[in-house]
C-alpha cells in the first residue's frame, strides 16, 4: 500500500503517537509519517511543542545541575525493510528529561557563556570484570564501563573537567562540572561517552547529545559578537545523525542476516544488541542495511514552511559512516512504499528525488562561525563534524534528506557509498523565494538593521551584502606566520602486518615507522600553556578524522598528492588527478575553524607505486589557552580510538614541571567506594 504524499497533519500525529505502546505498527502507515521534534533539553524536563525549538529570550541559571543515569533501556527503533518496529535493549542515558518514545538520542544541554554546568553521572550498569585495571587497555573491553566527554568545548580538561581518563564503573556516582568560561565561543557542539574500550560500542547504542552554548555578545567596533545575536528570532532545528548498529544473534552468536552476507534481520521475536565489536568491521555498517536516524527516528518527517529561514545546527553523533547531506525535492508523482530495503531506497532517489537539490548556507564548523557563508547544495560531515546552516525551503512540498554517494577516499569505509534516505520534510506553503541569496541576504541585512547596535549594523549590513560574511562574529582570531612558536606532527597508520593483531597507531613524525598503539601511562605529547604550534599531518593507511580535545585549531593548507592546495575556495579535490573524482569536503576550508578534520589518503593501493602520490599533507595551527592538564588526540572513528588510535597530551607550564604531568598520565578507575590507578 503506498502512502498518500498529501497526508493530513492530524492523521500524521496520530501515527506519530501509535508506536508508542511498543507493538508493531501496519507497515503501510509507516515510511514517511514519523514526525520528529527537537531532543528534550536537559533539565526543562519537557519536548518542545513544534518541530522547531522556539528561541529562550531569557537568561537560563548561572549554574546548572543536571542528572544523567547509564542504564539498559528497553525500546525500539523503526526498520524500513520490514516497515516494522524491531525491538531493543541498548545502554542509554535515562531520567525524567529523556523522551520515552526515542530513548536512544541524549537530552540536549543548552547553556549560556560563562554558565557552570553540574552533571551528576549514575552508572547504573551491571558489574563488567573487563573493567578491571589490569585488563588489555586497547580493543573492545569494559562494555558497562563509561565517562563523559563535551565534544568541542574549551574547558579545564583535568579533575572533574572534561576529564576522559577516568573510568565510571558500573555502581559509581561522579559529578562533572563544566565551568564555561565567559568568553567561550557561543555554538554547536556535542557530548558522549569516550571510555577508551568501550567508546564505539556506547555512542553506537545512542549514549550522545547536542550541547548547545549561547551568546548575547554584540560585536563592538573592538570586540567580536556571537553570531546568535544577529539570529535572534530565526527558528532552530537541532538534528543529531547517528549510525545505531543494533543486530539480532543466531543461537550460535553470528548476527542474523539475509543469506549469508546480506543486510541484518530481526524476526519478531527477537531483541536486537550491542554487545560485540564485530558490528564495527570495515563496511559493515552499509552492509547491515541499517538507516542514519535523526534524534532516535528512523526514516523521520520534519514539517517546515515555505520562505522561513531556519538555523539547522546539526551533530554527526555516529561511529563510522560519512554523510554526506543533500536536500531534494520529491516529485509530486512519488509514491513512498510500505517498505524501504537500502537497495529500494536507492531506487526511489533514482526515481523521485534525482535533481541537484536545494542549495543552503553553512555559517558555522564545528561549532565556530565562519567569517563568510558557504551556500552549497551539499555538505559531508565526517564523525564528529557539526555543521550550522541557514536552510530556506524556496517552495511548497515535500523534500527528501539525502545521504549523497561520496568518492571512495572521501568516506570512512572507503567504499563508494551509494546514496541512502535520511528522512523528509514536508513544506507549507508560505512566502514566495524568487531569488534563493538575494532573500537571505535581504532577510539578514533586515535583522543586522534590527538587532546590532547604531553603530556597528552598517558594517554588518555591509559584510551581508558583499558575499554573505560574517567577520564582525568570527570567535578567533587568525594566527599569523609569526605567532607560531612550535611545530607537531602527527601520523595515523594501520599496521596489518600480523592478521590476527591489527595495530591502530599514531606517529609523532611524518612517518609509520615511529607509530606506536595508544598506552595510558605514556605521555606522548608535552605542550606549553601559551604556545601556538602548527601541525602537519598525514595518514598512511586509509583516511581518518582527526580529532583533538580543549583547543580548536585553523586549517592553513590541505595540500593533495598533486601538490594542489584544495582548502581554497574553488579547489577541485579530484584525488590527486582523476579525472572522474571531485571530492567536495575539502574546498573552502582555508582559514577555518575546526576542532575535527579529515586527513585523507589514497592508501593503500596497488596502483600507486609511490607512497608519496598517495599521501595529502593537511596543516593547521593552534593556540594553547588559559587550561592545563592532560587529554588525549585521537582519530574518531570511534573503534579505531578503541583499538588505540589514540594519544595522550599535556599541556603544561612554561618551564613547568613536566614529570608532574606525567605523573598523572595512567586512566584512574572509579570503582565503588574508591579510586586508584590504572597499572600500565
Known amino acids: 500500500m503506498a502512502v498518500d504524499t498529501k497526508v493530513s497533519i492530524g492523521r500524521l500525529l496520530l501515527v506519530g503517537l501509535a508506536w508508542a505502546a511498543f507493538g508493531t505498527v501496519p507497515a503501510g502507515a ?129 579533575g572533574n573537567g572534561d576529564n576522559v581518563l577516568l573510568s565510571i564503573n558500573p555502581g559509581v556516582k561522579f559529578q562533572y562540572e563544566y565551568n564555561i568560561p ?100 570495515p563496511g559493515e555498517w552499509p552492509d547491515s542495511g541499517r538507516y542514519t536516524s535523526i534524534n532516535g527516528v528512523v526514516l523521520p518527517t520534519f514539517k517546515a514552511t515555505q520562505g522561513q529561514i531556519e538555523r539547522w545546527r546539526m551533530i554527526h553523533a555516529g561511529v563510522r559512516d560519512t554523510i554526506s547531506l543533500r536536500i531534494v525535492k520529491m516529485k509530486p508523482s512519488a509514491q513512498i512504499a510500505a517498505t524501504f530495503s537500502q537497495a529500494e531506497a536507492q531506487t526511489f532517489i533514482e526515481q523521485s528525488c534525482n535533481d541537484s537539490g536545494i542549495t543552503y548556507y553553512r555559517v558555522a564548523a564545528d561549532g565556530l562561525t565562519l567569517a563568510q557563508a558557504q551556500g552549497s547544495n551539499l555538505t559531508v560531515f565526517q564523525p564528529g563534524y557539526r555543521w550550522d546552516t541557514l536552510t530556506v525551503f524556496p517552495e511548497a512540498g515535500r523534500y527528501c534528506l539525502i545521504d549523497a554517494s561520496s568518492p571512495k577516499a572521501g568516506s570512512v569505509n572507503g567504499d563508494n557509498p551509494n546514496p541512502s534516505l535520511l528522512g523528509f520534510v514536508d513544506v507549507e506553503p508560505g512566502t514566495e523565494v524568487p531569488n534563493l541569496t538575494s532573500y537571505v541576504v535581504n532577510t539578514l541585512a533586515a535583522a543586522a538593521e534590527a538587532e546590532m547596535p547604531a553603530d556597528i549594523a552598517p558594517a554588518v549590513v555591509a559584510d551581508l551584502r558583499n558575499g554573505l560574511r560574517f567577520s564582525l562574529f568570527v570567535p578567533h582570531p587568525d594566527i599569523a606566520d609569526g605567532e607560531v612558536t612550535g611545530h607537531q606532527e602527527l601520523t595515523f597508520f594501520i599496521d596489518v602486518s600480523d592478521p590476527d593483531n591489527t595495530k591502530f597507531e599514531v606517529s609523532n613524525t611524518l612517518s609509520e615507522a615511529q607509530a606506536e598503539p595508544y598506552k595510558p601511562d605514556r605521555l606522548d605529547r608535552v605542550l606549553k600553556l601559551g604556545g601556538v604550534d602548527e601541525w602537519t599531518m598525514q595518514s598512511h593507511f586509509v583516511s581518518h578524522p582527526f580529532h583533538i580535545h580543549v583547543n580548536p585549531f585553523q586549517i592553513v593548507s590541505i595540500i593533495d598528492p598533486a601538490g594542489h592546495d584544495v582548502s581554497l575556495p574553488g579547489a577541485l579535490d579530484n584525488d590527486g588527478g582523476k579525472p572522474d573524482v571531485a571530492d567536495p569536503q575539502y574546498p573552502g576550508l582555508k582559514g577555518v575553524w575546526k576542532d575535527t578534520l579529515w586527513i585523507k589518503s589514497l592508501l593503500p593501493n596497488k596502483d600507486i607505486t609511490d607512497p608519496k602520490k598517495g599521501l595529502y599533507t593537511i596543516t593547521v595551527r593552534t593556540r594553547y589557552e588559559r587550561y592545563i592538564g592532560e587529554f588525549v588526540l585521537h582519530c574518531h572513528i570511534l573503534d579505531h580510538e578503541d583499538g588505540g588510535m589514540m594519544q595522550n597530551v599535556a599541556i603544561v607550564l612554561p618551564d613547568g614541571d613536566v614529570s608532574a604531568a606525567a605523573a598523572a598520565a595512567p586512566p584512574l578507575q572509579l570503582q565503588q567506594g574508591h579510586m586508584h590507578t590504572k597499572k600500565p
Not at 563488567?128 to 573492545?140: M, R, T
Not at 557530548?191 to 550541547?211: C, K, N, P
Not at 551568546?215 to 573592538?222: A, I, Q, V
Open 182 to 281: 565567559g568568553d567561550h565561543p557561543a555554538g554547536t557542539f556535542w557530548y558522549h561517552t569516550h571510555r577508551h574500550g568501550s567508546t564505539a560500542l556506547q555512542v553506537s547504542s545512542g549514549m550522545a547529545g547536542a550541547l548547545i552554548i549561547r551568546g548575547n555578545r554584540l560585536p563592538t567596533g573592538s570586540t567580536k559578537g556571537d553570531l546568535d545575536t544577529l539570529l535572534d528570532g530565526f527558528p532552530e532545528r537541532v538534528m543529531v545523525f547517528q549510525q545505531i548498529q543494533y543486530a539480532c544473534r543466531n543461537p550460535d552468536g553470528t548476527i542474523k542476516r539475509e543469506g549469508t552476507d546480506g543486510p541484518y534481520i530481526c524476526d519478531a521475536d527477537d531483541v536486537g544488541e550491542i554487545e560485540n565489536y564485530d558490528l564495527f568491521s
Open 30 to 158: 509507516q515510511t514517511a509519517e514519523r514526525l520528529v521534534s527537537n531532543p528534550r533539553v536537559l533539565g526543562a524536563g519537557v519536548s518542545p511543542p513544534t518541530s522547531l525549538r522556539p528561541r529562550v529570550a531569557e537568561a537560563l541559571p548561572h549554574e546548572q545541575v543536571l542528572d544523567l543515569n547509564i542504564v539498559y533501556t528497553e525500546g525500539q527503533l523503526y526498520n524500513p525493510a520490514t516497515g516494522r518496529y524491531d525491538k531493543v535493549h541498548l545502554r542509554s542515558y535515562n531520567g525524567t528529561d529523556v523522551n520515552p518514545t526515542a530513548p536512544y538520542v541524549s537530552p540536549t544541554i543548552d547553556v549560556d557563556a560563562g554558565d557552570t554546568i553540574r552533571v551528576n553521572l549514575h552508572n547504573q550498569l551491571p558489574a563488567d570484570p573487563s573493567c578491571a585495571p589490569d585488563h588489555e587497555h586497547n580493543g573492545g573491553h569494559c562494555f558497562n564501563g563509561t565517562n563523559l566527554h563535551s565534544h568541542g568545548l574549551w574547558v579545564n580538561p583535568s
